[in-house]
Nanobody, 119 residues
Framework: QVQLVESGGGLVQPGGSLRLSCTASGSISSSYIMAWYRQAPGKQRDMVASISSGGSTNYADFVKGRFAISGDNGKNTVYLEMNRLKLEDTAVYFC?????????????WGQGTQVTVSS
């Protein structure tokens, strides 16, 4: 089993910055993808950014150039540095871990952390 604990959400003004953290504990595969998703009220959950165990990163177009994902393998933690925040970035941000095995995958979610961008 895997537990994901997010932190770092809060209220920020437009143009400001926040850093989210997600720490994983439990059984983590040597091959995995960790990602941040977000979901605004009444909208679907969208992938924001991901990072693989090999260090490859991927970003949604709506955050490219503003957000950066990074990982600290020693701490089993992934970070999402969010800069130049916009009103439309307001959402609950969820951490996701996909453990990859030769036989398939296991998918885990954190409880979410609220990010509110407001003046």
């Amino acid at each position: 089993q895997v537990q994901l604990v997010e932190s770092g959400g809060g209220l920020v003004q437009p143009g400001g910055s926040l850093r989210l953290s997600c720490t994983a504990s439990g059984s983590i595969s040597s091959s995995y993808i960790m990602a941040w998703y977000r979901q605004a009220p009444g909208k679907q959950r969208d992938m924001v950014a991901s990072i693989s165990s090999g260090g490859s990163t991927n970003y949604a177009d709506f955050v490219k150039g503003r957000f950066a994902i990074s990982g600290d393998n020693g701490k089993n933690t992934v970070y999402l540095e969010m800069n130049r925040l916009k009103l439309e970035d307001t959402a609950v941000y969820f951490c996701n871990l996909v453990n990859q095995y030769s036989w398939g995958i296991r998918n885990y979610w954190g409880q979410g952390t609220q990010v509110t961008v407001s003046s």
